[in-house]
């Protein structure tokens, strides 16, 4: 063998060039190659053999892998018949052999209920490399020896807490990362709790373990948290590096300007905060309060504000009015807003129009917009127009709504000619959903959407609850304005029926066949 081998950068880089696919692609052709190709490399020489060894187990989906190395007289907690004690087990050796190596683990909530025979690893850290690991407690009782799993190096954790009446129970976790992971970059903590229970009043001792996590972290630029109070917000607005932020509830204060109470802070709070994602049972009306009213500036690139019950039309409108005011540098280009339903105490029955939304047209540089109100968006011609020379930078719009506010003998008002203007103005759309009338689609209609330019990025078209009279005519006319166009997804258009079964529906799908056949004949 050519001594070049011997260069361990060069071994590393030769081997590097088969990285295993993400676990989601684990029944994928290239998965599968690179792993055997590896695994050929790790038997084929002691040279190879430590870099193709590191890349294998560098990312593991389970403890699995690492149990099986086990004797089973330690999984099912049988005391081995020696005299040779638990830390001097050979299969200890074998078992950190591999372990060293792990960089990226997942912990099932089954798995956390195996974790016993670790307690008898001849070591402090089984995990001493470990860099990102996603833990799933079922209960604080699994909770054994945690600088076992937890290494001095981590700098992503996601916790997945299993529900608790009190959870305090899980503060000593969270202490523990506080004292011994201060290079944590990315924090991410789940707390499973029914719609409605008592115990989304967090107990102090929970709330402070956390905020004593966030102050440990020196580095941190993520953080999903449960409950946002006070002190974590006064913090959090000064850290340098925060990129990403989400909480699921907080308990609604005043926020100071932050020149008014530290005049050495600069004017913009939570100065490189790019990601904002809200998730909490109601859209409440005080949310641009907290958020975009407190400076004078943030430089959000992405908002997500996510709800199970939808807040009034007025604090709708407010939260879009303030999104140009404080979002003024124009970086925002990411606004999701997901309502699912409507409070019962809630009059308001009619879509969202034009003079609720109409604010974020200013945002020149949206360049995804996803917005689901319980009943609908109002969109006609006009409205198509302006948002498609609103958003030259557009690539996904999707408008959702409720289908069971949606009244079925009902025709959409945004005709489907309309999508012309997106054609025109949005050269990188890619992907479009809205409701359509395309039963008044005449011939005429495709003459004048013949035009030289085209759209050449649309790939994907959702249409929901949207009228249709002549399904071959819809599919020149959409083939003729988005060639490019090859997914059309003819879904939840089964309000409009006709003798027990959706014709809508039908002709929609006659569609989605239609421009399929399409991409076969320009194949051929």
């Known amino acids: 063998m050519h001594r070049c081998w011997e260069v361990s950068e060069i071994a590393r880089k030769i081997v590097g060039a ?48 690492l149990l ?39 912990i099932s909530d089954r798995e956390s209920e195996m974790l016993h025979p670790l307690r008898s690893a001849p070591v ?55 004292v011994h992971n201060l290079s944590l970059e990315e924090l991410k903590v789940f707390t499973h709790i029914p719609s409605g229970d008592a115990a989304r009043d967090f107990s102090e001792a929970f709330l402070d373990a956390i905020f004593a996590c966030i102050i440990a972290s020196k580095h941190l630029h993520s953080l999903r948290i449960p409950h946002l109070t006070e002190p974590m917000f006064r913090h959090l607005a000064t850290v340098p590096h925060l990129r990403s932020l989400t909480f699921t509830h907080f308990r609604k204060f005043k926020v100071p300007h932050p020149r008014a109470q530290q005049p050495q802070l600069h004017r913009t709070i939570f100065p490189s905060l790019e990601s904002l994602a809200i998730c909490a049972n109601r859209l409440h009306d005080g949310v641009h309060e907290l958020l975009l009213n407190s400076a004078t500036d943030i430089p959000l690139k992405h908002l997500e504000c996510i709800a199970n019950v939808a807040s009034s039309q007025e604090a709708l409108h407010d939260i879009f009015a303030a999104l140009p005011v404080h979002c003024s540098t124009g970086q925002l280009t990411g606004l999701t807003l997901w309502c699912e339903s409507l409070a019962l105490d809630d009059p308001e029955t009619d879509p969202i129009g034009l003079q609720i939304y109409s604010p974020i047209l200013r945002l020149r540089n949206l360049r995804h917009l996803r917005l689901k109100w319980p009943t609908g968006v109002a969109l006609d011609d006009n409205v198509c ?122 002709r929609w799908r006659e569609v989605q066949t239609l421009l399929a056949g399409s991409e076969d004949e320009n194949r051929v």
């Open 385 to 506: 127009s302006s948002m498609a020379e609103a958003w030259p930078y557009l690539i996904t719009l999707k408008f959702y709504a409720n289908p069971n506010n949606i009244d079925p003998d009902s025709t959409p008002s945004l005709n489907i000619t309309s999508l012309s203007a997106f054609a025109r103005h949005c050269p990188h759309l890619f992907a479009l959903q809205l409701s359509l009338d395309a039963a008044r689609l005449a011939e005429s209609d495709l003459d004048a959407a013949r035009f030289p330019f085209g759209q050449t990025t649309l790939g994907f078209l959702k249409v929901m609850y949207s009228t249709i009279e002549d399904p071959q005519l819809v599919a020149r006319f959409l083939r003729a304005i988005f060639p490019a166009l090859r997914i059309l997804d003819p879904t939840d258009n089964s309000l409009h029926e006709e003798n027990g079964h959706s014709s809508m529906s039908a």
């Open 68 to 106: 099986k190395l086990l004797p089973t007289n330690l999984t099912l907690k049988i005391p081995i018949e020696s005299s040779t004690p638990h830390g001097e087990v050979p299969c200890w050796k074998r078992f950190l052999f591999y372990s060293y190596r792990i960089r990226d683990i997942q």
């Open 124 to 178: 402090n850290c089984i995990f001493p490399n470990i860099l990102s690991i996603e833990w799933n407690i079922t209960s604080p009782d699994t909770i054994l020896h945690p600088e076992l799993l937890l290494g001095p190096r981590l700098i992503s954790v996601s916790l997945n807490l299993g529900y608790m009446l009190d959870f305090s129970e899980y503060a000593p976790l969270l202490l523990f990362m506080a």
């Open 18 to 65: 088969f990285p295993p696919d993400p676990p989601k692609d684990n029944g994928s052709l290239p998965w599968r190659q690179n792993r055997e190709t590896l695994l050929r490399l790790a038997m084929s020489c002691r040279l190879l053999s430590e870099p193709a060894l590191d890349l294998l187990w560098k990312k593991q989906i389970s403890l699995q892998n």
